[in-house]
């Protein structure tokens, strides 16, 4: 079965550090790869998927996720954190028609 | 174009209670998956229609069930409810299968306290 491993469950950078949230996947064929967002008290925002026509995908606000299959990773990465990106990300793999998710990382951003 | 639409947002039953939760997909999306949302379990899936058929049917107790409508429109309904039902409670529209072209748009959830 498919499956996705969030390591940390919360992360915190200084305003302007560069942000690195974690992502391991366990599939036996190339696997279709999401991240998204929650802000509090809110449903998920797509930040980016995979799409298998580069390793490397940009998303909105910034955010970018390199698909290294030798690692089975698809860590989630922005050059310079904002205080407005503190939220909660969450990794996850399309699996028949389902997404299963990671436990989640909840990202602080410190002025 | 409108997104998906839950509602009530909020919601508070007592247990033993049934509960309705409604989604309204975005228009032109045939695919409604709901998700349950908690501390202690994360984000797990519920089930999917397509079509007003249940494709695909995640690891719950038979209390709860859902339907689509002929508009795509979903609802969902636990009855009896648990404390353990306590929960946001997402929805998820897609044009069709969740792959690497298709991509699920969430609603901002119901909140569903039991007391």
């Known amino acids: 079965a498919q499956s996705v491993t969030q390591l940390g469950s919360h992360v915190s950078v200084s305003e302007g550090a560069l942000v690195l949230l974690r992502c391991n996947y366990s599939?036996?064929?190339?696997?279709?790869l999401f991240w998204y967002v929650q802000y509090p008290n809110q449903g998920l925002q797509l930040l980016l998927k995979?799409?298998?026509?580069?390793?490397l995908v940009k998303g909105i606000n910034g955010f970018e996720a390199e698909f290294k299959n030798s690692e089975t990773s698809f860590h989630l990465t922005k050059p310079s954190a904002h205080m407005s990106d503190a939220a909660e990300y969450f990794c996850a793999v399309s699996a028949g028609g389902k997404l299963i998710f990671g436990q989640g990382t909840e990202l602080s951003v410190k002025p | 174009k409108a997104g998906v639409t839950q509602t009530p947002r909020y919601l508070i039953k007592t247990r033993g209670q049934q509960v309705t939760l409604s989604c309204s997909p975005i228009?032109?999306?045939?695919?409604v998956s709901w998700y349950q949302q908690t501390p202690g379990q994360g984000l797990q899936f519920l089930f999917e229609y397509f079509s007003e058929t249940q494709r695909n049917k995640g690891n719950f107790p038979g209390r709860f069930s859902g339907r689509q409508f002929s508009n795509s429109r979903s609802e969902m309904n636990v009855s009896t409810l648990e404390l353990g039902d306590s929960a946001l409670y997402l929805c998820?529209?897609?044009?069709?299968?969740?792959?690497?072209?298709?991509?699920?748009?969430f609603g901002q959830g119901t909140r569903l306290t039991v007391v």
């Open positions: 995979y799409t298998s026509a580069a390793t």
């Open positions: 228009s032109g999306h045939r695919s």
């Open positions: 998820a529209s897609s044009v069709s299968v969740v792959d690497m072209n298709t991509e699920a748009f």
């Open positions: 599939s036996s064929v190339p696997p279709y």
